[in-house]
Each structure stands twice: as C-alpha cells, then as structure tokens.
C-alpha cells in the first residue's frame, strides 16, 4: 500500500516538474533569462558603477574618497573641449557620406539593369569583416609622410609638396572620415537593401503607368519607403561619431594626438583613466558623453518624428 | 607469473617513492612575469635558466607573457586596482610607473633590502626614478645614457672630425658643412615625442620639476633649448622632424636605414633599433658623447627605462625578489644586460669588465670600445625628477610643446612652455 502511495508521489513529482518548463507562465522568462543576467552584470552593473565612480577620487586599492562634483568642473578645459569639437565634426562628416552614398549604391544594387551585384555586395562588405587594427596600420602607413607614399605620390604628380596626412586637422580628419567610409560603407548598404526589400513594387509599377521618370520615382517613392531605415541609421551613425575611439587610436600610436588633433572623446577618456590613471575623471568623461549623445539623439528622432503616433 | 607482477609492483612503488622524495628535495616555484618587450622575456629566461643550473634545490619557473605596451599596462592597472589577478613580476616603463605609485599605499613591494648592499655599485639616479617616500619599488634594466650616433660617411665627406664636435655650436657648424657636401639633414628631431627636446634640457641641467617637485618647466633655460630646436630647423635648415614624428616610427627606421640623416641623438637602448630595423647602416654609425651647452658641461643623460617590479598581489614575493636580485642586480645579471639586450648596465662597476669588450652583434654594429667611451662620461649622466604628475607632464611634452612648436609652429617656445607648466600645476 505505501509502495503505491509513495510511486503516485514520485510520478505527480515529475508532473510537476514538467509543468514548470512547460508553463507559459515561466517558460519565458527561462529563455530570456540569458539576456537578462548577462544585461544587468555586464551593462547596468557598470553603468551604476561608472555614475558611482564619477563621483570619487580612485587613488589605489581602498584609497577612494568623494569629491563632490569635482571631477565633472573639471571637464570644463581645453583637451574635452577640443575633442568634443572634433567629434562633432567627425559626426557630422560621417552623417554627410555615410548617408547619401550607401542609399545611392544600395539602389544600384537592387537594380535589375546592376551587372555583378552579388560580387560588389560582398566586396563592399568585407572591410566590415577586416580587424581595424590591421586596417589601422594599413591606412597609417599610407596616409605617412613619407614622399613614396601613394596620396604624396599623386600630389607630386601635380607638384604639391608631400603633406604629413595625419599631423593636420583637416587632412587628419579626412583621413578618419576615409577610414570611417571604407569600414561602415557595406553595413550601411546591407540596411539600405533591406529597406528597399520592403517598398512594394507596385509603387513603382503604377508611378510608371503614371508617367514617373527614375528620379521623380526615387524622391517620392524610395526616399519616403526607406525613412525608417534612414533614422535608424541616423540614430546609430550618431552614436558611433561620438564613440569613435578604434580609428583614432591605431592612426595615432598609444594614443598619442599631437596638437590634439585626432582627439576624441573616448580617446580622451582613455588618456586619463589609464595613461594617467584617473578613472575618476574618465568615469565623468563617459557620463557626460553619454547623456550628449542621449540629448542629440533625442532631438534628432523627435525631429523626425519618430515618437509621434502612427496617424498623428 | 604471480612473481614478476609483485616484482614490477615492487620496482614501481620504489620508483615512486624516489620521485616524491627528489620531489620534496627540489621544490619548483612558478612565478608569473608581464612585460611588453619581447627582448625582457629573453633576458628573463636566460637569467631563470642561470638560477636553475646554480640552485638544483630550489627551481623557478618563469610564466612570462608579452602583451603589447598599453595593454600590458592597462592590465595591471586593473588588476592592482580590483586586488586580484596581477602577476608576480611585471615591467612597468617609466613614464606609466607614477601611475602605480599613487595613494597611500602603493601595490608594490619595496625592493630596498636588495637594492641598500650593493647601493655603492649602482647609477643610483635609476632607481630614484621609481622611488617614493625613501621606498625603491622598480629596479631597471639600463642607464639610458644618452649619446650621439653619427653616420661616419656622411661625416668624412663633409670633412667633419665627430671628436672636434664639443659643444652644440660646433654641433650646429658642423651640421650646416654636412648638409652643404650631402644635401642631408645633419639630424631628426622629434615632434610628436619626447626624445630630442627633454634629454637635452636635461643634459643643459635643468628638469620639468625641481628636487622639491615644484613645476619648473617654463623657465629660461628650457625656453633657450626649445628655441635652439626650432632654429636648428627652421634657421639653421640643419635638422628636419622625425619623418613619422617619431624615432620610433616605421617610416623613420626606413628613411634612416636609406641614409637619412648624418646624425641621431637616443640612449644607449636605441642601438637595439639600429642592429633590428636598420641593418644597412652597419659599420657605419659611430658612438660619442653628446655635445655639450658650455665648456665643462654634462656629456650625457640617463633617458627612459623600464622598472621590473614585484606586485602585493604575489603568492611567492620572496622568491620573486630574490630573482629580481639575481637576475638584475647581481654582477653576471648585470653583465647580462649587455650581452643578451645591448643596454648599458645599472651596475657601474662592470662597465670594464672583460665580457664588455668580447664581440658580439652590438660591436660588430658599432665597433668595439662603446663602454670605455661610457667610463668617461659616468659621473655625467644626470638623471631626471619624476613625480605624481610625470605622466601627465610627458603627456603634455609630447602632444603639446613639441608637436605645436616644432611641427605646427602654432605656438612660440615660450607660449608653449608656459601654457604647458601651468596646466600641470593646475593638477
């Protein structure tokens, strides 16, 4: 009698264990819970952690002390400002190409009349694939100051003396403008493609039945079809201007910008928190910088009226 | 049957008794080393290989890792910082060691127990470059003096004796004959580091800090010798920036290699660089003292270097110092550092030794007599004053004086410095 009892028990136990991994309740949050933990431990962890620290003055090991707001007046100096500045600039280069020439190839591509469309897909997206640091030390040596170098070698071709490409502002920042082009020009393609999947042929069909010439089609079909698309990549291009650090750093070895030129904000933040060990200071830098790119953002996307309600 | 398997059971318990028993005998420590110079990882080798053979009782072995030079130093940042995962020996270069002096208590040991008994023996200058509140916590791998390397045929086409070069005006004479007969620059200056502009404010006797670690940048004499770079350049047309901007940088190793310049004012450490990256030039690049700002004055200075030090963080820090003793201050280590890495050793006292005039890839390069020439200049290698904030202020030598001044001609010597020294007593 107790066997049978004790078995009846033993089965509802594993009936119950099955409904909790096959209950709707539960079951979800199991699958996200991946995502979740690796969220809190490895984003909003240090993110409370940086605001906390920004705060402080990190000297060594349990030699930390509150300083007030200390370390955020001291942002208010030349080398953020600079860096600030280039960013801006850099931002807005980057907005001016990265935009326009992506939609202008990705509507050649899906083109029917495109020969060879598959072959410049991939070879405009491998640089996406390539190690910037290999790319890096690429683009250094070929933008150097030497006489050889290709760009020197076209300008003496015209008789301009050679430039040292990176120890001049606008030159340097043409340079990580170029570096900038040749890595995101591929990704920025992929999700104009994607965009253009989506407008239905149709439009087109009946703007032809209409008389629409190619131009007339693409400003008032393509341009409105790709919108979303557009902000997005808006959104993320602004985003990565003001986060740029990899470029820079392998342009200027160990983060050396001379006469600030080539200073970013990340690359600024780097400077202090290891190369003068004030992780204090760079914590502020990186709050700042986030709510900069939070504000700009903000404003871009209520511009475009991204918050607006569908029918608005 | 039964036999033979008591028989080997009895072989093999034997055999593992003796194993475990050598085994107590001959305990082997591992230690953990970081550096971001390959050439250390070799020196460090050699001297664990030497330890080995004279301590059969008592082994290390070395886990060395190489990282490149920011992220080594970034690493043990980190870890020092969060208490865990820094390794036993580590390098730390010297204008990143104020980093890791910081607070109260710093996370290095003190190394002054085997650095006090051979004190007499040392360039002590060296170690007061990692020292703090009378503790030493770096022990270097060379003096860095600095010296001149001129291009001899550069030099015999020009007519020019190196010895008659005495002080930095018949350096500049000189230098406009060369540039006459060769159509090269006489030399290369740096612009967007650090390596012209401060062993020679250093060599004129001056500092960016005073002993009292007061900020004394932007006073006259540095001006003087900031101006008398631009002028070499831009007046005298005898001297023309680092292509690369650097001494450092590939295209410069290139361009020097091609015969560049007749000239090249680094330490010592930078005849690594010529036998690696630029072997066109053997046998004909000579060794002298730098020339000097007035009759009487240094010759030379202790420039650079890197201090090995020995982290809190270390399970075996006996062990660990008593390599670093071994392997850096002892008189063979010292020797060493000359015959594995080319550097001129801390320990004075082995500069005459017989090993220091054998041939090896350096005199082949060079040609014999490098560290009689180093005996006569010893008690004129001055060193430098570092402080908290000599990060900060090699930081701003770099991007700010030299480049604005030399390269951008944005600023005047005077502006430059002045902006520079007060930014640094703002910190």
Redesign the interface.
């Known amino acids: 009698m107790l066997k049978i009892v004790n078995e009846i028990k033993k089965e509802l136990n594993i009936k119950k264990k099955k409904e909790i991994f096959n209950s709707v309740k539960i079951i979800p949050y199991i699958f996200v819970s991946p995502f979740i933990i690796a969220f809190l431990l490895f984003y909003l962890y240090p993110v409370i952690s940086t605001i906390n620290m920004s705060f402080q003055e990190i000297l060594g090991p349990g030699d930390v002390k509150y300083i007030q707001f200390k370390n955020y007046i001291n942002l208010f100096n030349h080398d953020f400002y600079d860096a600030l500045i280039f960013n801006s600039w850099y931002t807005f280069w980057t907005l001016a190409v990265l935009i326009p020439l992506p939609v202008f190839l990705a509507v050649l591509l899906n083109s029917k009349l495109t020969i060879g469309k598959n072959f410049f897909r991939s070879s405009f997206f491998i640089p996406a694939l390539t190690s910037v640091v290999v790319a890096g030390i690429f683009f250094r040596m070929f933008f150097g100051g030497m006489e050889t170098t290709i760009p020197n070698t076209i300008l003496k071709f015209f008789k301009i003396k050679p430039i040292v490409w990176t120890f001049k502002y606008h030159t340097a920042m043409m340079v990580l403008v170029i570096i900038a082009t040749w890595r995101w020009l591929g990704v920025n393609i992929v999700y104009f493609l994607a965009g253009l999947q989506n407008i239905s042929n149709d439009l087109y069909e009946a703007a032809t039945i209409d008389g629409a010439n190619f131009f007339q089609k693409f400003i008032y079909i393509t341009l409105p079809g790709l919108k979303p698309v557009i902000i997005y990549v808006l959104t993320i291009s602004i985003y990565a201007g003001y986060a740029m650090f990899a470029e820079s750093y392998i342009l200027y070895p160990n983060a050396r910008t001379p006469g600030n030129i080539g200073l970013t904000s990340v690359l600024y933040l780097y400077q202090q928190g290891f190369d003068h060990n004030n992780l204090g200071f760079a914590s502020a830098i990186g709050v700042t910088l986030l709510l900069i790119i939070f504000i700009i953002n903000t404003i871009q996307l209520r511009f475009f009226g991204l918050f607006k309600k569908a029918g608005d | 049957m039964k036999k033979l398997i008591s028989f080997i059971t009895v072989i093999v318990l034997t055999l593992l008794v003796l194993a475990s028993g050598t085994k107590l005998y001959s305990k082997t420590t591992t230690l953990t080393f970081w550096t971001f110079q390959e050439l250390h990882k070799q020196f460090m080798d050699d001297a664990v290989a030497n330890w080995n053979k004279r301590n059969p009782n008592n082994q290390i072995k070395l886990e060395t890792e190489v990282y490149p030079?920011?992220e080594m130093?970034?690493k043990l940042?980190i870890s020092?910082?969060?208490?865990t995962g820094a390794p036993d020996l580590c390098d730390i270069e010297i204008s990143?060691f104020a980093?890791?002096l910081?607070?109260?208590?710093?996370?290095l040991i003190p190394l002054n127990n085997i650095i006090n008994p051979v004190k007499s023996k040392l360039i002590i200058g060296r170690f007061d470059n990692y020292a703090k509140d009378g503790n030493y916590y770096g022990i270097d791998y060379h003096v860095g003096a600095t010296v001149m390397y001129y291009n001899k045929e550069f030099l015999d086409k020009a007519n020019v004796d190196p010895d008659k070069i005495i002080t930095w005006k018949d350096y500049v004479e000189a230098g406009k004959k060369v540039v006459a007969a060769t159509g090269k620059p006489m030399t290369t200056i740096e612009?967007?580091?650090h390596w012209t502009y401060y062993p020679m404010l250093i060599q004129a006797g001056s500092d960016i800090f005073d002993k009292k670690g007061n900020v004394i940048l932007d006073n006259k004499k540095n001006t003087e010798v900031l101006q008398f770079l631009k002028d070499m350049i831009y007046k005298d047309k005898i001297a023309i920036a680092a292509?690369?901007?650097f001494h450092h940088a590939?295209?410069y190793w290139?361009?020097m290699n091609k015969g560049g310049a007749a000239s090249l004012m680094m330490p010592l450490w930078y005849m690594g660089r010529f036998v690696s990256y630029m072997p066109d030039l053997k046998g004909k690049i000579i060794v002298r003292p730098l020339p000097v700002w007035e009759k009487g004055g240094n010759r030379s200075c202790g420039m650079g270097g890197t201090g090995t030090v020995v982290t809190i963080q270390s399970k075996n820090k006996d062990m660990a110092v008593k390599l670093l003793d071994f392997a850096k201050l002892s008189k063979d280590g010292a020797i060493k550092t000359w015959t594995v890495l080319g550097f001129d050793p801390i320990r004075w006292d082995v500069w005459d030794a017989p090993e220091m005039k054998a041939v090896n890839k350096f005199t082949d390069y060079f040609g014999k007599g490098i560290f009689s020439m180093l005996l006569s200049i010893k008690n004129e290698i001055p060193g430098t004053m570092i402080t908290d904030k000599y990060?900060?202020a090699i930081?701003l030598l770099?991007?700010?004086v030299c480049?604005?001044v030399l390269?951008?001609q944005?600023q005047t010597p005077e502006e430059a410095l002045k902006q520079a020294a007060n930014e640094l007593r703002k910190k």
Do not use: I, M, R, T
């Not at chain 2, 020092?80 to 208490?83: C, E, I, K, R, Y």
């Not at chain 2, 910081?102 to 996370?107: L, R």
């Open positions: 030079y920011d130093h970034n940042l020092l910082q969060s208490g990143k980093n890791y910081k607070g109260k208590n710093p996370s612009v967007s580091e292509p690369g901007g590939e295209e290139n361009f990060p900060a930081d770099k991007k700010n480049f604005n390269s951008a944005s």
